[in-house]
């Protein structure tokens, strides 16, 4: 063999090496990894989603006008919401787990400084955390007067749900590592069994939920921490969407 043709060879095995290396670190990348880089690249591409089966509740929800027909600002509009709220794909395309999280938060907002107008949670324990399940709220109350929230939350998924009725704070552990799921739960109070309340780094509102936690945002989770002590009462009541 001419030393041309060496050459060649060597490029051709050196060309199908790097595409089998190519391969071999895409499928090495973290599921997580890659979702991160297409709502970062979802983010700043062109949004050029066709008009969803919730068109019209969406443009309602986000302020747009309402005519069932998707525009590059509806498109957008409803990216960015599901950029926000940790919707996966972010294409801004109005389908029903957007409309569901929209719903939800719209249910969230009207709480206002009221969240337990209907006194479904005690207000004759003194200090008490709340947790709604029906619209993934909680806060914390003084009898009846609001003391904090209310606040996003993220319960237990299908076959994990977190249990209903009143419960009461029993251990603390600021910097707790979950050796099950292997996974940090920075200020974790726990109030029945292996639930409690902690925070997490992703979104509150990304489905499906957690194994029976009440997952937090780092800031609300912080504040319960240092509002709540063990031994005082959590009321859970409701049922999650799904559950």
Same mark, same amino acid.
Request: charged content about 20%; some cysteine.
């Given at each position: 063999?001419?030393?041309?043709?060496?050459?060649?060879?060597?490029?051709?095995?050196?060309?199908?090496?790097?595409?089998?290396?190519?391969?071999?670190?895409?499928?090495?990348?973290?599921?997580?990894?890659?979702?991160?880089?297409?709502?970062?690249?979802?983010?700043?591409?062109?949004?050029?989603?066709?008009?969803?089966?919730?068109?019209?509740?969406?443009?309602?929800?986000?302020?747009?006008?309402?005519?069932?027909?998707?525009?590059?600002?509806?498109?957008?509009?409803?990216?960015?919401?599901?950029? @926000?709220?940790?919707?996966?794909? =972010?294409? +801004?395309?109005? #389908?029903? !787990?957007?409309?569901?999280?929209? /719903?939800?938060?719209?249910?969230?907002?009207?709480?206002?400084?009221?969240?337990?107008a209907d006194?479904?949670?005690?207000?004759?324990?003194?200090?008490?955390?709340?947790?709604?399940?029906?619209?993934?709220?909680?806060?914390?109350?003084?009898?009846?007067?609001?003391?904090?929230?209310?606040?996003?939350?993220?319960?237990?998924?299908?076959?994990?749900?977190?249990?209903?009725?009143?419960?009461?704070?029993?251990?603390?552990?600021?910097?707790?590592?979950?050796t099950i799921?292997?996974?940090?739960?920075?200020?974790?109070?726990?109030?029945?069994?292996?639930?409690?309340?902690?925070?997490? @780094?992703?979104?509150?509102?990304? =489905?499906? +939920?957690?194994? #029976?936690? !009440?997952?937090?945002?780092?800031? /609300?989770?912080?504040?319960?921490?240092?509002?709540?002590?063990?031994?005082?009462?959590?009321?859970?009541?409701g049922r999650?969407?799904?559950?």
């Amino acid at each position: 063999m001419t030393s041309a043709a060496v050459k060649r060879a060597n490029v051709r095995v050196r060309g199908r090496f790097g595409v089998l290396l190519g391969a071999a670190a895409v499928l090495a990348v973290p599921l997580s990894g890659v979702v991160g880089a297409g709502s970062a690249q979802a983010a700043t591409a062109s949004c050029t989603a066709g008009a969803g089966p919730y068109q019209k509740q969406a443009e309602r929800f986000l302020g747009r006008p309402v005519d069932g027909r998707q525009s590059a600002a509806d498109c957008r509009a409803i990216r960015d919401f599901q950029l @926000d709220h940790g919707i996966s794909p =972010a294409v +801004g395309y109005a #389908g029903p !787990v957007t409309w569901g999280v929209m /719903d939800l938060v719209a249910k969230q907002r009207a709480a206002g400084s009221n969240p337990n107008a209907d006194r479904k949670c005690p207000v004759d324990k003194g200090r008490i955390a709340c947790v709604d399940l029906t619209r993934q709220l909680s806060w914390i109350q003084d009898g009846s007067r609001l003391a904090f929230g209310p606040v996003p939350i993220r319960s237990g998924r299908d076959g994990y749900e977190t249990r209903t009725g009143l419960k009461r704070i029993y251990w603390r552990s600021v910097d707790h590592w979950s050796t099950i799921y292997k996974v940090r739960m920075p200020y974790s109070q726990f109030f029945d069994g292996g639930q409690a309340f902690h925070s997490i @780094d992703g979104s509150v509102w990304s =489905a499906p +939920g957690s194994h #029976g936690c !009440v997952n937090m945002r780092r800031g /609300d989770a912080k504040t319960y921490w240092s509002m709540l002590k063990n031994g005082d009462d959590v009321y859970v009541y409701g049922r999650k969407s799904g559950t």
